[in-house]
Nanobody, 128 residues
Framework: QVQLVESGGGLVQAGGSLRLSCAAS????????MGWFRQAPGKEREFVAAISRSGGTTNYVDSVKGRFTISRDNAKKTVYLQMDSLKPEDTAVYYCASTLYPFNNYVAPSRSREYGYWGQGTQVTVSS
């Protein structure tokens, strides 16, 4: 049983920072790419960032490039999303996800259909 638990969300002013964490259990997490997605009220879930199984490849949606950084610590089975220079439009529920199948070390998928396991989400609210 794969379990993903996010933490670190909260309320922050525009220009501030937050770091989200996602703790994985239930299988060897280092065999799988990991991603972060978000869903704002009234909008579809969108891809934010992904990282390959080794951490050597990362992938970001254009709107967060240069502001967000995804990383992972395989020894701790944890993935992080460092969010800097936050904007009100970053307000959403953020979800951690793990791919359903292993990929090679160079793949960091952006399509949600590649992910088979999801966390419960953590709310991020950025005030103007």
């Amino acid at each position: 049983q794969v379990q993903l638990v996010e933490s670190g969300g909260g309320l922050v002013q525009a220009g501030g920072s937050l770091r989200l964490s996602c703790a994985a259990s239930g299988r060897t997490s280092s065999d799988y790419a990991m991603g972060w997605f978000r869903q704002a009220p009234g909008k579809e879930r969108e891809f934010v960032a992904a990282i390959s199984r080794s951490g050597g490849t990362t992938n970001y949606v254009d709107s967060v490039k240069g502001r967000f950084t995804i990383s992972r610590d395989n020894a701790k089975k944890t993935v992080y999303l460092q969010m800097d220079s936050l904007k009100p439009e970053d307000t959403a529920v953020y979800y951690c996800a793990s791919t359903l199948y292993p990929f090679n070390n160079y793949v960091a998928p952006s399509r949600s259909r590649e992910y088979g396991y999801w966390g419960q989400g953590t709310q991020v609210t950025v005030s103007s």
